[in-house]
Every structure is written in structure tokens, then in C-alpha cells.
Antibody, heavy 118, light 107 residues
Framework: QVQLVQSGAEVKKPGASVKVSCKAS????????IHWVRQAPGQGLEWMGW????????NYAQKFQGRVTMTRDTSITTSYMELSRLRSDDTAVYYC???????????WGQGTLVTVSS | DIQMTQSPSSLSASVGDRVTITCQAS??????LNWYQQKPGKAPKLLIY???NLKTGVPSRFSGSGSGTDFSFTITSLQPEDIATYYC?????????FGQGTKVEVK
């Protein structure tokens, strides 16, 4: 069965970086994009961008341009999302999800809580 | 960015009631509209894609309709396990954007 398993919770100081991993299994990793979506405490969902695991191509939301980097390692079917220059308002649960450029995100990881606090 | 306006922000209904949520896009998104269910502490779950297609395995009491800028999501007979927040999402244009969510409670 399709599974996306994310890395564990992180606590970071303002200005630091965080790298969240998303291990995919149960399907051909390079056949689907990986999207990253975040959710601040008590708030709605915010799309951050996607990576095409086949080509490594990425598309980031303008809001995160310059601070986010999405990568993948096809040998271990894992995607990564790194967010730099963290601020307190980056505190959120970060989700990875399987989808396409024009198809919905149909399977999601369990989420990774990133807390930014001094 | 395309703005997705979802209403109501919350509702309370009885078991067996028909529940409808609406979502309006700030510009034409054809039918590139998904509906997700999110229970507390859990990841969102895709229910409806391309405005009206039910994902395999999702109960038939859930349905979606609409095209262009106006969409709706319906639960024909609300069940206790349907307590959740529901989000619409457009994926016609990047960045993909979500509605603000509708919290559904059972009376």
C-alpha cells in the first residue's frame, strides 16, 4: 500500500534551518510528484511547492522562494524539504503528499511538527 | 494567486442531516477543484477530485459539483464519524490554494 512516512518533530531557533524527510513506499517513486503543504497551529492549509522526483525539477510558491529547497534521493525513495532562516511564524505541521502537476494529492504523510522558538 | 472563499466557516447539524459547503474561486478554475477532510491531529484525506469525482473507497454520501468559479460539497446524511474540517483546493494555477476550511460539528 502507498505510504509516506515523515521524519520526527523538530525544535529550532529563529534563523536556523530545518530539513524534513518523506520516505515513500508502495508505488513507483518517480511516477508522482511530492507536494509539501504546511499548517500553522489552528490554521488552514498552505501549499509550499512540489518536486518532480523523476527530473528533480521543482516549483515553489512565491512566498517561500529563496528560503525553501526541495530535493530527492531516488535510491532511497525519499524527498526532502529544507526551510532556512526560520521565524516563529514558520511553526507548523509540515506535510508531504503524493500527487502530480495537475492531479490531486491523494496520499499524505503523517506530518512533522516544526517548532521555532528561542 | 487564486483566492478560494469557502462558506460557512463552521456548522452544526444533526445526524442524518444534509450538509452543504460552498467554495468560490476568484477566477475560472474549470473543474480543477478538490475536497479534503481533515480530522484533528490527522493529515488531510482526499474525498473528491476534479470537482465531482469520488475517490475510490470514499462513502457515497459525499459528493461534489460545480465548475468555473462556483462549487459545492454535500454530505447527504451526516454521520458521527464525519466530524472534521473540510477544505476545498484549486490546482488549476500555481500556487495551489486552499479555502479557509469548514468545521463540521454534530449537534
Amino acid at each position: 500500500q502507498v505510504q509516506l512516512v515523515q521524519s520526527g518533530a523538530e525544535v529550532k531557533k529563529p534563523g536556523a534551518s530545518v530539513k524534513v524527510s518523506c520516505k515513500a513506499s508502495g508505488y513507483t517513486f518517480t511516477d508522482y510528484y511530492i507536494h509539501w503543504v504546511r499548517q500553522a497551529p489552528g490554521q488552514g492549509l498552505e501549499w509550499m511547492g512540489w518536486i518532480n522526483p523523476n527530473s528533480g525539477g521543482t516549483n515553489y510558491a512565491q512566498k517561500f522562494q529563496g528560503r525553501v529547497t526541495m530535493t530527492r534521493d531516488t535510491s532511497i525513495t525519499t524527498s526532502y524539504m529544507e526551510l532556512s532562516r526560520l521565524r516563529s511564524d514558520d511553526t507548523a505541521v509540515y506535510y508531504c503528499a503524493r500527487g502530480g502537476s495537475m492531479t490531486p494529492a491523494d496520499y499524505w504523510g503523517q506530518g512533522t511538527l516544526v517548532t521555532v522558538s528561542s | 494567486d487564486i483566492q478560494m472563499t469557502q462558506s460557512p466557516s463552521s456548522l452544526s447539524a444533526s445526524v442524518g442531516d444534509r450538509v452543504t459547503i460552498t467554495c468560490q474561486a476568484s477566477q475560472d478554475i474549470t473543474n480543477y477543484l478538490n475536497w479534503y477532510q481533515q480530522k484533528p491531529g490527522k493529515a488531510p484525506k482526499l474525498l473528491i477530485y476534479d470537482a465531482s469525482n469520488l475517490k475510490t473507497g470514499v462513502p457515497s454520501r459525499f459528493s461534489g459539483s460545480g465548475s468555473g468559479t462556483d462549487f459545492s460539497f454535500t454530505i447527504t446524511s451526516l454521520q458521527p464519524e464525519d466530524i472534521a474540517t473540510y477544505y476545498c483546493q484549486q490546482y488549476d494555477n500555481l500556487p495551489q490554494t486552499f479555502g479557509q476550511g469548514t468545521k463540521v460539528e454534530v449537534k
